[in-house]
């Protein structure tokens, strides 16, 4: 199973922070600093509004409708000429019903520990969920899930590490989106789901191939 680190190594997180750095005009290593973090986090986010029949569901309709993983065969159409106002509003859209009154407290978080201001975050963010969704579903199909009851244990496989692991990091992304955490919690989350990687510029080497 394919997980947020295959995601971020991979040809298409490239892509992503790429396409992210040229949409906020920030540096590339920046923006990979803030998609490390930010990609666990709406993830956990995910799993946490998976854990109830009516969230799982919801996200289950959203992966067979719209966020199949097509848009990852064409990301290069997504950012051709920057994103549109038409992706902008529907990425808000996910990201309000993944974070809901959580979504100012993660943004300044990820503002304070990166050091980027709040408004290239947020677009960051608008880049990053869409995309994200896609490799959930593409996940979603590769895995045979085909009820909502699956969709939790799938997001926990993608997010990695073992059950006693799975529930500190679920516990630290709640305590973050409850409104009790700040910046060191979010470089806490992608210590852990990024394992291996804490060392400052050890994942961000791999990412450009330092």
Known sequence: M????????????????SGASQETKQPEDK??????????LLMGAMKRN??????????????????DGSLLDNLGGFFEGGVSEEQKIDSLGILGHVLGGSQDNVVGALSQKSGMDSNSVMQILQVAAPILL?????????????????IEGLLG????????????????IESLLDGD???SIVDDIAGMVLSGNKKKGGLLG?????
């Open 134 to 150: 896609g490799f959930l579903g593409k996940e979603k199909k590769q895995q045979n899930v085909s009820s909502p009851g699956g």
């Open 2 to 17: 394919a997980g947020i680190l295959d995601l971020l190594k991979s040809d298409l997180g490239k892509q992503l922070i």
């Open 31 to 40: 923006t990979a600093q803030v998609v490390q973090m930010a990609l666990p």
């Open 181 to 183: 955490g700040d910046g």
């Open 206 to 210: 791999s990412l450009f191939g330092r």
């Open 157 to 172: 496989g993608m997010l990695g590490g073992g059950r006693k692991q799975q529930r500190k990091q679920q516990s630290m």
């Open 50 to 67: 998976a854990s109830n029949p009516q969230g799982a569901a919801g996200l289950m309709g959203a992966l067979d409708k719209k966020h």
